[in-house]
């Protein structure tokens, strides 16, 4: 059985993000990038998968500039088996990206996509609800604990209410919620075997053609308004007083 | 003094200070974080200006008492204790910070701020100041610069002592002193901002500061490495120095890792067991910082010195691989370790290590050796467990004996008795271990000159004559 991970390359998600002056963006020259934390998840449960006996090969598809190949080489580190750039200068949203995934599945033909939740850059949560409609199949999102059998997949997602069980069909989608696995560390003598998996590079015009709903742009970038300095107060009553004026009590 | 003579004379002589004789206050107020000495102070002072920290020296003078200079007390050899009634002149209130100077890339702080405040505001504008450490949350700017304080990134940023560029000062004697002004070049004769820095608060009370800031470091991973031997840290050093941009070159042994497994309930980094792991910080911003990564590891697995190693993937990973050096001191606390923060010169680290274990091992065969530190800086945390079954006290008194071994093993290798955590109370007795009596005769006479009638902070740091 074959198993595919998309993952992304984003600003780490421990940087604190500074939007540049401009508002044209977020500044990213000198800033750590790394794998999108859901999709390192996603990785892991590919491996852990793979390691049980579950799945024969991993393959990692990522859609973003040549720098990606960094977070590629990552996950071969890890321990996936190819991997698969489709190189984009340009940010791609949603449904570009589902599209893009949705060729590259019907060219490899895996009975299973795992993907995180979502990309922590852009939050959106719909690339793997976009690909499993696209691709006509089931999908199970926010999912904490997953298990193979008999070709289905039975899925813990975190939901709202609680927590909930359900059985989905291969091939299928999975999106990755935090508490799914805690992913591994690499080792630097794999990370040298891993230069001799295959790597393969493509445009992502290849696949898409001349795909033209990329109809969102964003305009402007804002930092949230820095959170108002405090005050101490001596007493009860210069509080009552100080929100009095403030006419927050009447 | 009775704590309501204590109280009206405060009242008359510095009505604008607050201050407490509360015991719970007291006892809080005269302990830093070495657990030796008993507190005892006779009142907390908490000045707001300068103004009011010359108003405090001026009537010690006149009826002769006593004052320690006291920050964020996360000292480690007692150097802020209080444990003869003095009256402890807290910082605490002093934490205005700014302006900040866009050009000259200068802010401007009160001695009160804490160290994590000034690492906040340069991020907010954008700039780095790379002086860190455990304890940078609590720690004080003006604590930092009277123990020189160094930290994590010693090996490429240097210690507070590189970012000070200006300081305000009440001397003993209640003299306000502007020292060099922010300025870059300043060829004027003797550098006093460079006495006070490292003077542990007994030359002066320093009230504000200006402090450089620096451009944010590039992007960076975290290695650590297993290795084969104690002289292979030394050759992996080396090559890391030359092939990396190093910013943290730390090191620990197996059994360090062991304590901090069970502490910390961490899983085993590697599959086999080493002797000694270093953990490396360094930029890795580009393929090429990657290709050198790797090329250094290569070479260090070739050559045998290199056992296994892993590379974070992300700064969640590298905070998780700090976890197994930084959860050291900690894991091994209930030990009632004896500690000691000592220097060498780089280069004589195995030497000093060897030298003593062989004593260790010879004259104290019962004893848990935990070795670590920032061995990038030549600086070396040496850790003794207390046996199970030895009481404290006999433990202790063994301990004493110790010193006698490490501290001359220190002086014939010409390092230091303390490499950052200052004299104090704790090192005094053996300061001369590391000073010559020419030197500490010196030392004498400039405090003498800044403090003639020994107002601050007595009994810190100069021995006894
Ligand atoms: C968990 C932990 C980790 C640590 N790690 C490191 C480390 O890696 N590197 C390192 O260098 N240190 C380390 N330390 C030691 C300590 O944090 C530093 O020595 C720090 O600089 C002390 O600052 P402070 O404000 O707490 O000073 P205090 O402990 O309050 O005082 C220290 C000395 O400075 C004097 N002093 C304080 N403020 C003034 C002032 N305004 N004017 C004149 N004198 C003053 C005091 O009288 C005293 O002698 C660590 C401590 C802890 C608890």
């Known amino acids: ?250 | 003094m009775s704590p309501v003579d204590t109280e009206t004379l405060l009242q008359t002589h510095v009505p604008e200070v607050a201050f407490s004789t509360a015991p719970d206050a007291l006892v809080h107020y005269a302990c830093d974080w070495t657990r030796f000495h008993t507190p005892q102070a006779e009142a907390v002072l908490w000045p707001r200006t300068t103004g009011q920290v010359q108003q405090i020296v001026r009537l010690a003078n006149a009826i002769g008492k006593a004052l320690v200079p006291s920050g964020g007390r996360t000292g480690y050899s007692a150097g802020a204790v209080a444990t003869a009634g003095e009256w402890v002149v807290s910082m605490d209130k002093m934490r205005q910070i700014g302006p900040f100077d866009p050009v000259d890339r200068l802010v401007s702080v009160q001695a009160g701020v804490a160290t994590g405040q000034l690492q906040e505001f340069a991020h907010a504008q954008g700039l780095f100041y790379p002086v860190d450490f455990a304890s940078a949350g609590s720690s004080q700017i003006g604590g930092n610069i009277a123990t020189n304080a160094g930290g994590i990134r010693v090996l490429r940023y240097g210690t507070t002592r590189d970012y000070v560029a200006g300081l305000t000062v009440v001397t003993g004697t209640g003299e306000i002193l502007r020292l060099n002004n922010g300025l870059v070049k300043n060829a004027t004769g003797l550098d006093l901002r460079h006495l006070m820095i490292g003077s542990e608060g007994v030359l002066g009370i320093i009230t504000e500061a200006q402090m450089r800031l620096i451009d944010p470091p590039a992007a960076s991973s975290v290695m650590l490495l297993a290795l084969s031997s104690l002289d292979a840290v030394m050759r992996v050093f080396a090559q890391a120095r030359g092939k990396l941009t190093l910013s943290s070159f730390e090191l620990f042994s197996h059994l360090a890792l062991q304590y901090v497994m069970n502490h910390r309930q961490l899983a085993a980094p590697f599959s086999g067991e080493s002797p000694w792991y270093v953990l490396l910080e360094f930029d890795h911003a580009s393929d090429t910082d990657e290709d050198a990564a790797m090329a250094f590891f290569e070479t260090g697995l070739e050559s045998g010195d290199i056992e296994d190693g892993i590379l974070s993937g992300s700064l969640e990973q590298a905070r998780q691989l700090w976890q197994y050096r930084e959860g050291i001191s900690e894991s091994i606390a209930e030990h009632t370790p004896y500690k000691n923060d000592i220097a060498v010169r780089i280069s004589q680290v195995p030497t000093f290590m060897r030298q003593l274990d062989a004593v260790l091992k010879q004259h104290y065969p019962g004893f848990e050796t935990v070795w670590f530190g920032h061995i990038g800086d030549g600086n070396l945390h040496l850790n003794i467990l207390k046996p199970e079954d030895m009481d404290v006290a006999e433990f202790q008194r063994q301990c004493e004996a110790v010193n006698t071994h490490v501290y001359g093993l220190i002086e014939s290798l010409e390092g230091s008795v303390s490499a950052e955590h200052g004299v104090g109370l704790l090192k005094k007795p053996y300061l001369h271990h590391s000073r010559s009596q020419t030197e500490i005769a010196l030392m004498r006479q400039i405090k003498q000159a800044f403090d003639p009638n020994g107002v601050l902070n007595p009994g810190k740091m100069l021995p006894d004559s």
Do not use: C, H
């Open chain 1, 1 to 250: 059985m074959k198993i595919l991970v998309p993952i992304k390359r984003v600003v780490d998600y421990n940087v604190r993000v500074q939007v540049k002056p401009d508002g044209s963006g977020v500044a990213t020259d000198g800033v750590k990038m790394s794998i999108n934390p859901f999709d390192e998840i996603a990785i892991e449960e590919a491996l852990r998968l793979k390691e049980q006996g579950k799945a024969d090969e991993v393959v990692v598809v990522s859609i973003g500039p040549d720098e990606a190949q960094q977070q590629l080489r990552t996950a071969l580190a890890m321990g996936a088996d190819r991997a698969i750039l489709l190189q984009s200068g340009e940010a791609v949203q949603p449904l570009q990206a589902a599209n893009a995934l949705l060729k590259i599945v019907q060219e490899e033909q895996p009975e299973l996509v795992i993907m995180g939740k979502q990309a922590i850059d852009d939050d959106n949560n719909q690339t793997p609800q976009m690909l499993a409609t696209l691709w006509d199949r089931p999908q199970a999102t926010f999912v904490s604990k997953l298990s193979l059998e008999n070709n289905k997949a039975t899925a813990t997602r975190e939901v709202d209410a609680g927590l909930e069980t359900i059985e989905v069909e291969l091939p299928a989608v999975i999106s990755t919620d935090l508490r799914l696995n805690e992913p591994r560390f690499v080792k630097l003598p794999d990370i040298m075997k891993a230069k001799r998996k295959p790597l393969e590079t493509r445009p992502l015009s290849d696949v898409t053609g001349d795909f033209s709903e990329q109809e969102l742009t964003i305009t402007q970038y804002e930092a949230p308004q820095p959170r108002q300095k405090g005050v101490m107060v001596e007493s009860v009553d210069e509080l009552i007083t100080l929100l009095k004026e403030k006419g927050l009590v009447a």
